[in-house]
């Protein structure tokens, strides 16, 4: 068994449904609640069976948080080409719209909708999807335990990435490149120099708006 002081190595979980019955086990995760701009984006993934005999092709598994920029890219190709996979996207008016939680949890009934088959059970990352009527477990911290959640975490972490990445090109002012929307500094510094654009999340920033208007 592999060393339990190394984050994400562990397959007991999904051992323990493959043993009740499970073949297709899925892992739910997302990234991108806290940016003020860019989308919210989750994944879902299902480990191939081999992964339960051997994991060597997912060797340095964690929470995409742990992870380096490269070693993430790495890992997501390699997810993406032996793992079945299904992303899920909530754009910034749906999180206006709905509110961060709702738009998170949109994002990830879609990611699994996407999945090409349906699972048998989620392991979700501190959720209960109500959306699902089969099993489904809520584990706490998951991305930081659970292989199939870690998978999921670095998937929605690359994706959301690649997408701001791309806003960066259609609105050089703001930096989304190097902050990826998260609440920075310079972040703050362009949207008081710039104002909005409409990948913004004006629900999240309610204060600045009103500074502007006010300051106008």
């Known amino acids: 068994m592999a060393n339990k002081s190394h984050a994400v190595v562990w397959l007991e979980k999904e051992l323990e449904y493959r043993q009740r019955g499970a073949e297709l086990i899925a892992g739910v995760d997302e990234a991108g609640c806290g940016p003020l701009a860019g989308p919210v984006v989750a994944a879902a993934v299902i480990l191939p069976a081999v992964s339960f005999t051997t994991s060597d092709f997912l060797t340095g598994l964690q929470d995409s948080k742990k992870l380096s920029e490269k070693k993430r890219e790495l890992l997501f190709e390699v997810i993406t080409h032996r793992c079945l996979y299904g992303i899920g996207i909530a754009s910034a008016a749906e999180i206006d719209a709905l509110n961060i939680r709702q738009a998170d949890y949109l994002a990830m009934q879609r990611a699994v909708m996407d999945l090409p088959f349906q699972p048998d059970v989620l392991l979700v990352d501190a959720w209960h999807l109500s959306f699902w009527s089969k099993k489904q477990e809520g584990i706490p911290q998951g991305d930081a335990k659970i292989r199939s959640i870690a998978a999921a975490s670095i998937v929605a972490k690359v994706t959301r990435d690649r997408i701001l990445l791309a806003l960066d090109a ?47």
């Open 170 to 216: 259609l609105y050089p002012a703001y930096g989304f490149a190097q902050h990826k929307g998260y609440p920075t500094k310079a972040h703050y510094a362009a949207i008081h120099e710039y104002g909005i654009c409409k990948e913004h999340r004006k629900s999240f920033l309610k204060s600045v708006l009103t500074e502007r208007s006010e300051s106008s």
